[in-house]
């Protein structure tokens, strides 16, 4: 593994053997990131339609995707107990960018905790998103 791919890892908390679920591929993500996480968990990503429960989620999500809510309550239906999506969104100034207010808002409606961005590629945000966490 690259210096390269190891940071992405590391950025998004995954570590090995964890099962990483990719919902919402395009030929716009990023594959560099992709390959990063399947070299560090050692495993490939398993996508939306296995029965698997998953340790995190990369939700490749654009602006004309949909109801960004559904989508996260989908997401979050295949967590594990501490698992986490990686909500990834185009950059400010890119095609297909959503708006931080709308990703609260769904967050939000969707019962997660969500965390501040972080720029991971040069076309591609994150936000990370958590279950609660019991008091």
Do not use: Y
């Amino acid at each position: 593994m690259t210096t390269a791919e190891q940071a992405f890892a590391d950025r998004l908390g995954i570590t090995a053997g964890q099962t990483v679920r990719e919902i919402g591929w395009d030929e716009d993500s990023d594959d560099r990131l992709r390959a990063a996480v399947e070299e560090w968990t050692g495993t490939a990503l398993t996508d939306k339609d296995s029965e698997d429960v998953s340790d995190a989620v990369l939700l490749w999500w654009r602006e004309e995707d949909g109801d960004l809510c559904d989508a996260l309550m989908d997401a979050r239906a295949c967590l594990s107990g501490d698992g986490f999506i990686w909500l990834l969104t185009p950059k400010t100034g890119r095609g297909g960018h959503v708006d931080p207010a709308d990703i609260a808002e769904s967050a939000t409606s969707a019962g997660l905790d969500r965390r501040p961005p972080v720029n991971l590629t040069p076309d591609w945000s994150g936000t990370r998103l958590d279950l609660p966490r019991a008091p």
